[in-house]
Protein backbone atom coordinates (compact mmCIF):
# COMPACT_ATOMS: atom_id res chain seq x y z
CA UNK A 1 0.00 0.00 0.00
CA UNK A 2 2.93 2.21 1.17
CA UNK A 3 4.13 1.24 -2.59
CA UNK A 4 1.56 2.87 -4.62
CA UNK A 5 2.56 6.62 -3.45
CA UNK A 6 5.40 6.54 -4.16
CA UNK A 7 5.25 4.86 -7.51
CA UNK A 8 2.65 7.23 -8.52
CA UNK A 9 4.39 10.25 -6.61
CA UNK A 10 7.42 8.52 -9.11
CA UNK A 11 5.84 8.68 -12.26
CA UNK A 12 4.11 11.70 -12.16
CA UNK A 13 7.45 14.10 -11.17
CA UNK A 14 8.99 12.24 -14.06
CA UNK A 15 6.41 12.56 -16.51
CA UNK A 16 6.76 16.96 -15.04
CA UNK A 17 10.53 16.39 -15.78
CA UNK A 18 9.81 15.02 -19.37
CA UNK A 19 7.28 17.72 -19.76
CA UNK A 20 10.04 20.47 -18.76
CA UNK A 21 12.52 19.35 -20.49
CA UNK A 22 10.05 19.15 -23.62
CA UNK A 23 8.66 22.71 -23.09
CA UNK A 24 12.66 23.70 -22.51
CA UNK A 25 13.39 22.21 -26.12
CA UNK A 26 10.15 23.58 -27.60
CA UNK A 27 11.59 27.16 -26.55
CA UNK A 28 14.73 26.56 -28.01
CA UNK A 29 13.76 25.28 -31.43
CA UNK A 30 11.05 27.93 -31.54
CA UNK A 31 13.57 30.52 -30.80
CA UNK A 32 16.12 29.18 -33.27
CA UNK A 33 13.27 28.90 -36.12
CA UNK A 34 12.52 32.77 -35.02
CA UNK A 35 16.26 33.72 -36.27
CA UNK A 36 16.56 31.64 -39.04
CA UNK A 37 13.11 33.24 -40.28
CA UNK A 38 14.65 36.91 -39.24
CA UNK A 39 17.75 35.63 -41.37
CA UNK A 40 15.44 34.55 -44.29
CA UNK A 41 13.29 37.81 -43.95
CA UNK A 42 16.65 40.14 -44.19
CA UNK A 43 17.85 38.29 -47.26
CA UNK A 44 14.68 38.62 -49.22
CA UNK A 45 14.47 42.47 -48.26
CA UNK A 46 18.14 42.44 -49.22
CA UNK A 47 17.77 40.94 -52.86
CA UNK A 48 14.46 42.44 -53.31
CA UNK A 49 16.17 46.42 -52.28
CA UNK A 50 19.27 45.16 -54.81
CA UNK A 51 17.03 44.06 -57.74
CA UNK A 52 14.37 46.98 -57.46
CA UNK A 53 17.12 49.59 -57.28
CA UNK A 54 18.72 48.19 -60.78
CA UNK A 55 17.50 50.53 -63.13
CA UNK A 56 16.52 47.95 -65.67
CA UNK A 57 13.33 45.32 -65.92
CA UNK A 58 14.18 41.91 -64.03
CA UNK A 59 12.05 39.23 -64.46
CA UNK A 60 12.33 35.23 -63.69
CA UNK A 61 9.87 32.83 -65.74
CA UNK A 62 9.96 29.66 -64.82
CA UNK A 63 9.65 26.24 -67.27
CA UNK A 64 6.07 27.01 -68.16
CA UNK A 65 7.18 30.56 -69.31
CA UNK A 66 4.89 32.25 -66.21
CA UNK A 67 6.54 35.21 -64.58
CA UNK A 68 7.94 33.82 -61.79
CA UNK A 69 9.52 37.08 -60.30
CA UNK A 70 9.83 40.38 -61.63
CA UNK A 71 11.29 43.68 -60.14
CA UNK A 72 9.65 46.84 -59.25
CA UNK A 73 10.54 48.92 -62.79
CA UNK A 74 9.30 45.17 -64.76
CA UNK A 75 6.11 45.73 -62.88
CA UNK A 76 5.63 49.28 -63.67
CA UNK A 77 6.44 48.27 -67.47
CA UNK A 78 4.11 46.01 -67.49
CA UNK A 79 1.51 48.49 -65.89
CA UNK A 80 0.56 45.78 -62.76
CA UNK A 81 1.42 45.28 -59.36
CA UNK A 82 3.65 41.83 -58.75
CA UNK A 83 1.18 39.73 -56.82
CA UNK A 84 -0.88 40.75 -60.19
CA UNK A 85 2.01 39.63 -62.77
CA UNK A 86 3.55 36.18 -60.94
CA UNK A 87 2.13 33.14 -61.85
CA UNK A 88 0.67 34.67 -65.38
CA UNK A 89 1.96 34.31 -68.99
CA UNK A 90 3.38 37.01 -70.61
CA UNK A 91 0.62 37.08 -73.31
CA UNK A 92 -1.12 38.80 -70.91
CA UNK A 93 0.48 41.81 -70.30
CA UNK A 94 2.96 42.31 -73.34
CA UNK A 95 0.34 41.25 -76.66
CA UNK A 96 0.41 38.25 -78.32
CA UNK A 97 3.33 38.92 -80.87
CA UNK A 98 5.90 39.98 -78.41
CA UNK A 99 4.84 36.82 -76.47
CA UNK A 100 5.73 34.80 -79.03
CA UNK A 101 8.93 35.74 -79.51
CA UNK A 102 9.48 36.44 -75.75
CA UNK A 103 8.79 32.55 -75.03
CA UNK A 104 10.14 31.33 -77.97
CA UNK A 105 13.73 33.54 -76.62
CA UNK A 106 13.21 31.63 -73.43
CA UNK A 107 12.81 28.19 -75.25
CA UNK A 108 16.08 28.77 -76.80
CA UNK A 109 18.12 29.94 -74.06
CA UNK A 110 16.99 26.62 -72.61
CA UNK A 111 17.71 24.42 -75.47
CA UNK A 112 20.91 25.82 -76.07
CA UNK A 113 22.57 26.52 -72.75
CA UNK A 114 24.03 29.87 -73.64
CA UNK A 115 22.83 33.17 -72.81
CA UNK A 116 21.46 35.33 -75.60
CA UNK A 117 21.28 39.24 -76.30
CA UNK A 118 18.67 40.83 -78.33
CA UNK A 119 17.53 44.71 -79.50
CA UNK A 120 13.85 45.18 -79.99
CA UNK A 121 11.91 48.14 -81.39
CA UNK A 122 8.58 47.93 -79.24
CA UNK A 123 5.67 49.92 -79.74
CA UNK A 124 2.98 50.95 -77.18
CA UNK A 125 -0.65 51.05 -77.44
CA UNK A 126 -0.44 55.20 -77.80
CA UNK A 127 2.34 54.46 -80.70
CA UNK A 128 5.75 55.28 -79.03
CA UNK A 129 8.35 53.71 -80.23
CA UNK A 130 11.11 52.33 -77.64
CA UNK A 131 14.30 50.41 -78.30
CA UNK A 132 14.56 47.94 -75.68
CA UNK A 133 17.63 45.46 -75.14
CA UNK A 134 16.92 42.25 -73.41
CA UNK A 135 19.17 40.07 -72.36
CA UNK A 136 18.15 36.18 -71.63
CA UNK A 137 20.60 33.98 -69.35
CA UNK A 138 19.55 30.41 -67.89
CA UNK A 139 19.28 30.23 -63.69
CA UNK A 140 21.08 27.11 -62.62
CA UNK A 141 18.61 24.86 -60.47
CA UNK A 142 18.00 25.05 -56.79
CA UNK A 143 15.77 23.71 -54.64
CA UNK A 144 13.01 22.42 -56.76
CA UNK A 145 13.06 25.55 -59.02
CA UNK A 146 14.50 24.64 -62.65
CA UNK A 147 14.26 25.68 -66.20
CA UNK A 148 13.88 29.39 -64.76
CA UNK A 149 15.18 32.09 -67.30
CA UNK A 150 16.28 35.86 -65.99
CA UNK A 151 15.63 38.47 -68.51
CA UNK A 152 17.04 42.02 -67.97
CA UNK A 153 15.94 44.68 -69.93
CA UNK A 154 17.32 48.25 -70.68
CA UNK A 155 15.66 50.92 -72.51
CA UNK A 156 18.14 52.38 -74.56
CA UNK A 157 15.76 54.65 -76.60
CA UNK A 158 17.22 57.82 -75.33
CA UNK A 159 20.48 56.13 -76.48
CA UNK A 160 19.39 55.56 -80.18
CA UNK A 161 17.33 58.74 -80.46
CA UNK A 162 20.54 60.96 -79.65
CA UNK A 163 22.78 58.59 -81.44
CA UNK A 164 20.14 59.34 -84.56
CA UNK A 165 20.33 63.17 -83.68
CA UNK A 166 24.15 63.37 -83.93
CA UNK A 167 24.22 61.33 -87.18
CA UNK A 168 21.21 63.67 -88.77
CA UNK A 169 23.48 66.93 -87.71
CA UNK A 170 26.80 65.26 -89.19
CA UNK A 171 25.17 64.67 -92.50
CA UNK A 172 23.92 68.21 -92.44
CA UNK A 173 27.35 69.47 -91.60
CA UNK A 174 29.21 67.40 -94.27
CA UNK A 175 26.55 68.54 -96.72
CA UNK A 176 26.78 71.95 -95.83
CA UNK A 177 30.42 71.68 -96.22
CA UNK A 178 30.05 69.95 -99.82
CA UNK A 179 28.13 72.70 -100.78
CA UNK A 180 30.25 75.47 -99.56
Do not use: C
Not at 66 to 83: C, I, K, M, P, T
Not at 122 to 135: A, E, K, L, M, N
Request: proline share 3%.
Amino acid sequence: LVILPIALFLFLSSSAAQRMEHIRLSASYQLRLDQLQKRLNYQEDLLRAMSDHHPGAIAIFDRKNQYWFVNNRAARDLGHNESDILGKMPAKFVGQERARKLESRLHEVRVSGRPIEALDQITDDHGTVRFVQSYFENIEPFGDFAGGVMVREEDLTSLIVERERRETTLRQVIATLVAV
